[in-house]
């Protein structure tokens, strides 16, 4: 059965570091494209970041860019979303997702498959 968990989530102060991991496991994840998505307290989801069967395919929020960075490894069937800088704007449960294309997206209705989320608190 297809399923994606994430892990990494936790209580970090603002200016610190979280390195997300999205384990992929009943399918090979070269396959498919994986995203990232969150949801903050009172917030709409959000797609965070995505990346493609390619690893030159990348995608970011722009409330995002040049602090997160996604990162895919296939061999042990895991993606990774590097957080620095963070904010306390950044607090939410971030969500994996993934689907069966070459491209990735950062669209909820493009994702067949998706995770529980972990809980990341940007906090002093």
């Known amino acids: 059965q297809l399923r994606v968990v994430e892990s990494g989530g936790g209580l970090v102060q603002p200016g610190g570091s979280l390195r997300l991991s999205c384990a992929a496991s009943?399918?090979?994840?070269?396959?498919?494209?994986i995203s990232w998505f969150r949801q903050g307290p009172g917030k709409e989801r959000e797609g965070v970041s995505c990346?493609?069967?390619?690893?030159?395919?990348?995608d970011y929020a722009d409330s995002v860019k040049g602090r997160f960075t996604i990162s895919r490894d296939n061999a042990k069937a895991t993606v990774y979303l590097q957080m620095n800088n963070l904010k306390p704007e950044d607090t939410a449960t971030y969500y994996c997702?993934?689907?069966?294309?070459?491209?990735?997206?950062?669209?909820?209705?493009?994702?067949?498959?998706w995770g529980k989320g972990t809980l990341v608190t940007v906090s002093s």
């Open positions: 997702a993934t689907r069966a294309n070459y491209f990735c997206s950062r669209s909820e209705k493009d994702m067949d498959y």
């Open positions: 990346i493609g069967i390619s690893e030159g395919n990348t």
């Open positions: 009943g399918f090979n994840l070269n396959t498919r494209s």
